[in-house]
């Protein structure tokens, strides 16, 4: 077992239980996007930062993804700094301008007070694609969907494609995936809601 402490609070949990899973057992809560529980983690959003000091250490508190970062004996952890709350911003405004349309998004930009026009200096991080059956504007590329349909269904029929602001989710040479068995778990995990799923033709 570890002991840490998070926002004063302390704790016990199981060694190789992460900072996220060990908040939810205090109902201290965390935003998250790309995690889920039943995957590995991922670290993909970035949206779940904390700040993490360790006990009688005079080194300064460094930002952890705190979905993929173990518990660690005498961390001590806060969830809702200053410094937390601008990381978490920084990130809500890519997520904006990359997905304007997506409810989710919004509601979070909502409750962390980030207005479209604080991503004035990112809109080159702007991508629209007009792929079908994935709203490109809605999808965070958190990677979710792609780790379901790998590591829970076992068929890999959708995958991370290009780099930088050309990096997207599709179907193999963006056809139908052959691979695809319409289990709908994609859609069912996407945090934003950008898959939807239809009958092949
Ligand atoms: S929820 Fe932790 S990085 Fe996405």
Same mark, same amino acid.
């Given at each position: 077992? $570890? /002991?840490? #402490?998070?926002?004063?609070?302390?704790?016990?949990? %199981?060694?190789?239980?992460?900072?996220?899973?060990?908040?939810? #057992?205090?109902? +201290?809560?965390? %935003?998250?996007?790309?995690?889920?529980?039943?995957?590995?983690?991922?670290?993909?959003?970035?949206?779940?930062?904390?700040?993490? !000091?360790?006990?009688?250490?005079? &080194?300064?508190?460094?930002?952890?993804?705190?979905?993929?970062? %173990?518990?660690? *004996?005498?961390? @001590? +952890?806060?969830?809702?700094?200053?410094?937390?709350?601008?990381?978490?911003?920084?990130? +809500?405004?890519?997520?904006?301008?990359?997905? %304007?349309?997506?409810?989710?998004?919004? *509601?979070?930009? /909502?409750?962390?007070?980030?207005?479209?026009?604080?991503?004035?200096?990112?809109?080159?991080?702007?991508?629209? *694609? #007009?792929?079908?059956?994935?709203?490109? !504007? #809605?999808?965070?590329?958190?990677?979710?969907?792609? &780790?379901?349909?790998?590591?829970?269904?076992?068929?890999?029929?959708?995958?991370?494609?290009? &780099?930088?602001? /050309?990096? /997207?989710?599709?179907?193999?040479?963006? &056809?139908?995936?052959?691979?695809? @068995?319409?289990?709908?778990?994609?859609?069912? $995990?996407?945090?934003?809601?950008?898959?939807?799923?239809?009958?092949?033709?």
């Amino acid at each position: 077992m $570890v /002991k840490l #402490k998070i926002d004063d609070q302390e704790i016990e949990v %199981p060694e190789g239980t992460t900072v996220l899973e060990s908040a939810k #057992k205090l109902n +201290i809560k965390i %935003p998250t996007l790309c995690y889920n529980q039943h995957l590995k983690p991922y670290g993909g959003c970035r949206i779940c930062l904390v700040e993490k !000091t360790q006990e009688n250490s005079s &080194r300064p508190p460094e930002l952890i993804v705190s979905c993929s970062y %173990p518990a660690e *004996n005498g961390a @001590i +952890i806060r969830t809702n700094t200053e410094r937390v709350i601008k990381g978490r911003k920084f990130i +809500i405004q890519l997520l904006l301008a990359r997905c %304007p349309n997506s409810d989710v998004i919004q *509601n979070l930009a /909502k409750e962390y007070g980030v207005s479209k026009d604080d991503r004035s200096d990112i809109v080159g991080y702007y991508l629209l *694609n #007009k792929a079908d059956r994935l709203d490109q !504007t #809605k999808c965070i590329l958190c990677g979710l969907c792609v &780790r379901v349909c790998e590591e829970i269904v076992g068929m890999s029929a959708i995958s991370f494609s290009g &780099r930088g602001i /050309k990096r /997207k989710i599709k179907t193999p040479f963006d &056809r139908i995936s052959e691979t695809c @068995i319409g289990c709908s778990a994609c859609a069912y $995990v996407c945090p934003t809601k950008a898959i939807r799923i239809e009958p092949a033709d």
